[in-house]
């Protein structure tokens, strides 16, 4: 994979030293010798990715960083801050500032290449679903942008896994006061409890004793319901190659022993807000396909998604020579409601209605608002004889119970109309299924409404 990087330097030399190293690597390199023009290229959604140096005239790093990081425009752009400076409080002050990593000068190709590579492919991620997030602002979904701003990184759920007491007891002790952290020292169960604990990160060390960590990181990574949980590992100074393997197969940062409690805070607060904007982001896509299906007022799948379902259910049924029915259901003089009580207490009648109907249909069933007061019930492997039976059944009980309105301070009784067609065999098709049934319901209406009348085959 490739990805553009932005190289901010005021120093020319470090500038086409970072530049010529990343090229050979294949990436997209542009560059920047101020904070100012850096925010700028950033704000214009020019660069995946910025390489940043701390030590600037006008603006240091730790500005620029604080800056991108507050920004709702920018602050899902990694940085990675690149110094000479290798105190942890220097560390731990860029991390503080939103960094996503800080490197020492001189940088190791290796580390530099992998940490890019591990950072742009996580952003790509979380670009894909925040430009789904956008679309689905048109929809009336608020963006996450401003929860993720607020969001300070505290109150995770977290497993350490570690077999050795005197180091796990130590992390939990670091970080008790700011995160729910719970203890694995099995790594075969802590993939089973990482499947189950809905987590918002893991801490693994890469020295246990009588498993290959990496290995777990590679299972975490291949199993659907853990892959999208970060991964902060735990190794000795001295590890550089398991740490390159590490990034390419998946874990999110490292710690290296011995372990300064600001820095573990600090990673640990990243990864956790990092957790949380990007399950915002899923669950807003989750929400946009929900409304693009569904009916905002019954709750029932909408007319769009019937067609195309229908289609499939009835090709289905037509291949395996299973029966199929289709009911059209029509509330009885729905516009007196309205005209009598108003619009609040059609609603409310068109609620309880939908309610009803999923009392009485099977998991298997489809259930949808066609359009006003019509509803559409499909009813796969199910003949008309059966159909005719539920169909009569919901309609008794319809007619049985009124409806409230108006907050239950009132009641109206309802009944309704029902026509029932069912499959003819394979060339039958979705489109005059549905018409038959229509049909047969405008015979039940013309005949004086509350009544249910099959198609005349």
Do not use: W
């Not at 409890?193 to 975490?220: H, K, M, P, Y």
């Amino acid at each position: 994979m490739t990805a553009r990087v932005l190289v901010v330097d005021d120093v020319p030399a470090n500038v086409k030293l970072l530049e010529a190293r990343l090229s050979a690597e294949y990436f997209d390199v542009i560059t920047a010798m101020s904070g100012e023009e850096a925010l700028a290229i950033c704000e214009r959604a020019q660069c995946d990715l910025v390489l940043l140096d701390v030590m600037m005239p006008d603006m240091d790093g730790f500005e620029v960083c604080r800056r991108l990081k507050s920004n709702s425009a920018t602050h899902h752009i990694p940085v990675v801050m690149v110094t000479a400076l290798d105190q942890p409080s220097d560390k731990v002050r860029g991390l503080e500032a939103g960094a996503d990593d800080f490197l020492t000068k001189p940088i190791p190709e290796l580390a530099l290449t992998a940490r890019v590579r591990s950072l742009a492919r996580l952003k790509m991620v979380v670009d894909e679903l925040r430009m789904r997030a956008l679309t689905s602002r048109d929809i009336g979904i608020e963006s996450p942008e401003r929860e993720a701003l607020a969001d300070t990184g505290r109150g995770g759920r977290l497993m350490i896994v570690d077999d050795r007491p005197a180091s796990y007891e130590r992390v939990a002790a670091m970080l008790s006061n700011e995160q729910e952290v719970e203890i694995e020292t099995d790594p075969t169960h802590a993939l089973f409890r990482a499947a189950d604990g809905n987590f918002d990160l893991l801490i693994v060390s890469l020295t246990l004793e009588n498993f290959d960590a990496l290995r777990l990181c590679s299972q975490l990574r291949s199993l659907e319901r853990t892959r999208n949980i970060p991964i902060l590992a735990i190794t000795e100074p001295d590890n550089n190659a398991r740490m390159v393997r590490g990034l390419e197969i998946g874990v999110n940062d490292f710690l290296l022993r011995p372990i300064d409690k600001n820095e573990l805070l600090a990673r640990v607060r990243s990864q956790v807000r990092k957790r949380r904007y990007s399950e915002r982001l899923r669950d807003n896509l989750q929400m946009s396909i929900e409304m693009a299906i569904t009916d905002a007022l019954t709750g029932l799948f909408n007319r769009r998604y019937m067609e195309s379902h229908l289609t499939t259910l009835v090709e289905q049924a037509a291949s395996r020579g299973k029966p199929l029915t289709v009911m059209v259901v029509d509330i009885d003089y729905f516009k007196a409601v309205n005209d009598s009580h108003g619009h609040d207490a059609g609603d409310d009648v068109l609620r309880d209605f939908a309610l009803r109907i999923k009392r009485s249909i099977r998991g298997i069933d489809l259930a949808c608002r066609y359009g006003g007061e019509e509803f559409v019930l499909v009813m796969p492997e199910t003949d008309m004889a059966v159909a005719a039976m539920v169909a009569e059944r919901l309609r008794r009980r319809i007619a049985a119970e009124p409806f409230a309105i108006q907050q239950g301070s009132r009641v109206v009784p309802v009944t309704i109309s029902i026509g029932i067609a069912a499959l003819r065999g394979k060339d039958d098709t979705a489109a005059s299924v549905l018409k038959r049934a229509d049909q047969a319901l405008y015979r039940a209406k013309r005949d004086g409404r509350n009544r249910v009348v099959p198609d005349a085959a």
